[in-house]
């Protein structure tokens, strides 16, 4: 149980890339909250949002497309990692094409996911239709 807090902070590029390799096998299943699975998890997001924030500052698009693009420039993903994501091609087609809206359900998924900016992504549910 000690090696599994055996936590480091971030001080570059490796680390931080070491820290999101680390956190990968939780996203298909987090830990449950509490355990030391769980606490560790947690204290690795938080070290690893501190890092983004402090090297990577960006302030967030106020549209919900513009959010998921530049978060897809910056990750390097494409049209067909957001398919995945999201379980279906032509609906990730119909949102970056601004031809459907997010619903709820996907905005929570691309901010836990992919840390799509929630702030953008509830103002694209706000609008009253796709432009």
Request: aromatic letters at 6%.
């Amino acid at each position: 149980m000690s090696a599994a807090m055996d936590i480091r902070p971030i001080h570059n590029e490796t680390d931080y890339d070491a820290a999101l390799k680390e956190v990968e096998q939780y996203f298909d299943k987090e830990p449950e909250r509490g355990t030391w699975e769980g606490d560790r998890f947690e204290i690795m997001l938080a070290l690893i949002g501190a890092y983004e924030q402090e090297h990577w500052r960006i302030d967030p698009p106020d549209d919900a497309v513009d959010a998921i693009i530049a978060v897809m420039e910056f990750k390097r993903l494409k049209q067909s990692d957001l398919a995945i994501l999201l379980g279906s091609r032509s609906r990730a087609s119909e949102i970056l094409n601004r031809k459907r809206r997010l619903t709820m359900e996907q905005a929570r998924l691309l901010n836990r996911e992919w840390s799509v900016p929630a702030e953008s992504l509830i103002a694209g549910l706000r609008t009253g239709r796709p432009r």
